[in-house]
């Protein structure tokens, strides 16, 4: 195969909770060099699962800068779930363009992911759940959030259930002047 040709680049990943944290944990330590204001630094980098159907992990992802779920194959040269590369975008040297959209399957639902790219892991799928985590005060309140938005995306919860369900809790100009002052 040549390097132009188009392909997936997924990497052999051992333990993927273990690996996403400490590929995301990268990432946070080269946003902190930006300085960028995405961080809420009350955060660290938690995964939890995974998941394991079809010969694909789902593991809850939580972030500073966002919570989502990521799928990683079992095997990476076991992509039968996944369109062909030459269906989808890809960059001059032929690996599948990171952004690129896709349909899904995982466990009888039909998932709308985002391939995302990293040197350690290779390729793996995104389904954001929050782009914006500046509401919570602590990695476990955002955890709680995440198990819930992600249960109703599997379609675990009823929609009753999902109406009762809490979000991110708010913060009012006020709370959040107050919080930065330090009064209380």
């Not at 039968?80 to 269906?87: C, H, I, W």
């Not at 399957?105 to 998932?111: A, S, Y």
């Amino acid at each position: 195969m040549s390097q132009d040709e188009p392909r997936w680049e997924f990497h052999a990943v051992p333990d993927p909770v273990a690996g996403l944290e400490a590929a995301y944990q990268g990432i946070q330590f080269e946003m902190l060099g930006y300085g960028s204001p995405r961080l809420n630094e009350c955060l660290e980098v938690r995964a939890e699962g995974p998941e394991t159907r079809d010969g694909w992990h789902q593991v809850l992802l939580v972030t500073p800068w966002a919570a989502m779920q990521v799928y990683l194959p079992r095997e990476p040269h076991d992509l039968s779930a996944l369109p062909e590369p030459a269906e989808l975008e890809c960059e001059e040297d032929g690996r599948v363009v990171v952004g690129a959209e896709l349909r899904f399957p995982f466990d009888g639902v039909i998932h709308d992911l985002e391939v995302a790219y990293d040197t350690r892991l290779g390729h793996h799928l995104v389904e954001m759940l929050l782009t914006s985590m500046g509401a919570f005060q602590d990695t476990e309140e955002a955890l709680v959030w995440a198990r819930e938005r992600a249960a109703r995306r599997n379609g675990r919860q009823t929609p009753s259930d999902a109406e009762s369900s809490p979000g991110p809790r708010r913060v009012s100009r006020r709370d959040l002047f107050r919080g930065l002052l330090g009064r209380r």
